[in-house]
């Protein structure tokens, strides 16, 4: 079992920035492709960023693409999300997630991801 728990959400004006944190447990972090998700208001969940077990290969959804980036620490069995240029459409519960399918390449496919966390809100104010 791989528990996930996220931090760093908050209330940031339009420009601003945050970086999310998800730590997990379980000695199986660098075997597992893990992703972030986000869901707005009235909004169905939405691909992110998605990062490979090995860290080597990232992709992202159009809509963040130049302005946030994932990465990891295996060593600290922690993903990250970066988020500049923050805009108040990026205002969502974001959600990591973590699937040994979603290995290599990494998966835009909530599907591929076995552990989910409980997610950390994030507003950005216009």
């Known amino acids: 079992q791989v528990q996930l728990v996220e931090s760093g959400g908050g209330l940031v004006q339009a420009g601003g920035s945050l970086r999310l944190s998800c730590a997990t447990s379980?000695?199986?972090?660098?075997?597992?492709?893990m992703g972030w998700f986000r869901r707005a208001p009235g909004k169905e969940r939405e691909f992110v960023a998605t990062?490979?077990?090995?860290?080597?290969?990232?992709s992202y959804a159009d809509s963040v693409k130049g302005r946030f980036t994932i990465s990891r620490d295996n060593a600290k069995n922690t993903v990250y999300l970066q988020m500049l240029s923050l805009k108040p459409d990026d205002t969502a519960v974001y959600y990591c997630?973590?699937?040994?399918?979603?290995?290599?390449?990494?998966?835009?496919?909530?599907?591929?991801?076995?552990?989910w966390g409980q997610g950390t809100q994030v507003t950005v104010s216009s």
């Open positions: 990062i490979s077990s090995s860290g080597g290969i990232t």
């Open positions: 997630a973590a699937g040994a399918r979603a290995s290599y390449p990494g998966s835009s496919d909530p599907q591929r991801y076995d552990y």
């Open positions: 379980g000695r199986t972090f660098s075997s597992y492709g």
